[in-house]
């Protein structure tokens, strides 16, 4: 069982429409990274929210901390191609990092 | 800077064979850690060290072993290889834990155990 789980797993668009990933839990954490891999790499980190009720924009990308930081959620609109990738969720526990199972996004031309 | 450097890229294992995991970080970092990647899992963290000299188990630390004796590099040992161990591996390093500091990632090692 996932302490953090991610949704949809796999979303496959086309280009200029909006989407929103998931990412819920029953725990609460003291802060919520989502992370952007691409294939043969390892994850890069796209934006960290502490506080509940955060929002964070990161050009077309908005994410967000739930009010009792339990859950986020990430916002992209008008999708891209280079946007494609496996999208991850981690959440701080003590002194390490959760991670969800991902989504994995693929934008159509 | 390199970053997170890790080796080999690929590898293959026979079952019960024994190898080393490669991870070095050129940015001072205190905190260092190992995931494993496997497909609808996301990462889990199989163990993590806060210093030189303090290792801790993460989520699934069976059947591996680490050892921080400087800063820089954190290898991790798999004493007997089984096909569960199939996987990619990341290593990563933070300056220090911190809950809101970045985790950097290494480019990942495949690993198939036959």
């Known amino acids: 069982t996932q302490l953090l789980e991610q949704s949809p797993q796999f979303l496959s668009i086309q280009e200029g429409e909006n989407l929103t990933v998931y990412c819920n839990s029953s725990?609460?954490?003291?802060?919520l990274q989502w992370y952007r891999q691409e294939p043969g790499e390892g994850p890069v980190l796209l934006v960290t929210v502490v506080t509940g009720g955060e929002v964070k924009k990161l050009k077309r990308l908005t994410f967000q901390f739930g009010d009792a930081r339990k859950d986020s959620s990430l916002h992209i609109t008008a999708a891209q191609p280079g946007d494609t990738g496996l999208y991850l969720c981690a959440g701080a526990r003590g002194n390490k990092l959760v991670f969800g199972a991902g989504t994995i996004l693929r934008v159509k031309s | 800077n390199a970053g997170v450097t890790q080796t080999p890229k690929f590898q293959v294992l026979k079952t019960g064979q024994s190898m080393t995991l490669q991870c070095a970080q050129d940015?001072?970092?205190?905190?260092m850690s190992w995931y494993r990647q496997d497909p609808g899992m996301g990462l889990r963290l199989i163990h993590y060290s806060v210093g030189a000299g303090i290792t801790d188990q993460g989520e699934v630390p069976n059947g591996y072993n680490v050892s921080r004796s400087t800063t820089e590099d954190f290898p991790l040992r798999l004493l007997s290889a089984a096909p569960s161990q199939t996987s990619v591996y990341f290593c990563?390093?933070?300056?220090?834990?911190?809950?809101?500091?970045?985790?950097?990632f290494g480019p990942g090692t495949r690993l198939t155990v036959l």
């Open positions: 940015m001072n970092h205190e905190y």
């Open positions: 725990s609460v954490f003291s802060s």
């Open positions: 990563a390093s933070s300056n220090r834990w911190s809950s809101y500091n970045e985790q950097f």
